[in-house]
């Protein structure tokens, strides 16, 4: 059901240092020899934390805190990497080693990514009836036509002026702040379920035909529409048990409150006892353990203000 690739990038330094730190042997082991000099693992350690140390230690413990409270299956990242392998084809190694990456360092960053996902979607619901809405929109397509204005007052004017029986065409080549109306007169065709942003589609699909909508706000100013029709969307589907529960997932995804995984990241590293003994890379999870610190803090001056002073 996903169909973007996943971004490989941010995740290079995290596999290239658990690899060196996950090798037992000796800091003062050789790993390269030359005339010029030795490299040892010391010193490549050294080197990656000095670039990219707090980064990675982040990422690192993420995924460990994670780990410990999620559960995601190798069976879970295969399928993952099936579907990369489907939508890249033949490209898939090409496109691994553009990225500096193998299969098994993809499998990391994958495994990373869905315990990402299930912190973040802990808890939050979607109900069948919800599920079986999004799959009738998708299996939708609208035929409608807009103005677009910059402000909302401006969109009542023009509402209205249509309502009162100007020509809606007419109205957007005068009104619409949109390039192509001045020839389209506001009419998008026909377009199906992601082709717009969401505050367009839903509003467009919760009208009823020939009917004009109020202003709907979206990134591109204020818009009002009427649909002219409604079809069966060419690529209209049946979905399997197996599809459903993927859009569901991706759907909790969508309602999961983004803000909030910064806290329940924190909430972890306190119950995980994180303590980072490595002096200079000390301040690398104060991002998420300085949060908790403050809330202590908050506590104490609040417990303050409660306490009587002393005569």
Request: net charge negative.
């Amino acid at each position: 059901m996903r169909k973007k690739v996943i971004a490989l990038s941010m995740a290079a330094s995290v596999l290239a240092l658990s690899a060196c730190s996950g090798n037992k042997a000796s800091d003062d082991e050789i790993i390269v020899k030359s005339k010029a000099g030795n490299v040892t693992k010391e010193e490549l350690y050294q080197e990656m934390k000095d670039v990219a140390g707090q980064e990675t230690l982040q990422l690192l413990v993420i995924e460990k805190v994670l780990d410990a409270k999620y559960d995601v299956s190798d069976e879970q990242v295969k399928s993952e990497i099936d579907k990369m392998k489907e939508q890249l084809g033949d490209n898939f190694e090409a496109y691994l080693a553009q990225q500096g990456q193998t299969e098994a360092s993809v499998k990391k960053i994958i495994k990373l990514n869905l315990l990402q996902e299930a912190a973040l979607s802990e808890g939050v619901e979607v109900t069948d009836e919800e599920l079986d809405q999004r799959i009738e929109m998708m299996n939708t397509e609208l035929k409608a036509k807009h103005i677009l204005v910059d402000d909302e007052e401006t969109a009542l004017k023009v509402k209205k002026k249509v309502e009162e029986g100007a020509d809606f065409a007419a109205t957007a080549k005068e009104f619409s702040t949109e390039p192509a109306a001045k020839e389209s007169g506001g009419d998008l065709g026909w377009f199906g379920y992601g082709k717009m942003v969401p505050e367009f589609w839903d509003a467009a699909y919760g009208l009823e035909l020939n009917k004009l909508s109020d202003p709907v706000q979206t990134e591109h100013g204020y818009h009002i529409i009427e649909v002219t029709e409604k079809r069966k969307a060419e690529d209209a589907k049946e979905y399997s048990k197996e599809e459903k529960e993927e859009l569901r997932k991706e759907m909790k995804l969508e309602k999961a409150d983004q803000s909030a995984a910064m806290e329940k990241i924190s909430n972890l590293m306190k119950e995980a006892d994180v303590k980072v003994e490595d002096q200079d890379l000390k301040s690398a999870l104060d991002m998420f353990i300085q949060e908790e610190n403050d809330k202590k803090e908050e506590t104490k001056e609040e417990s303050k203000e409660e306490t009587p002073k002393e005569k």
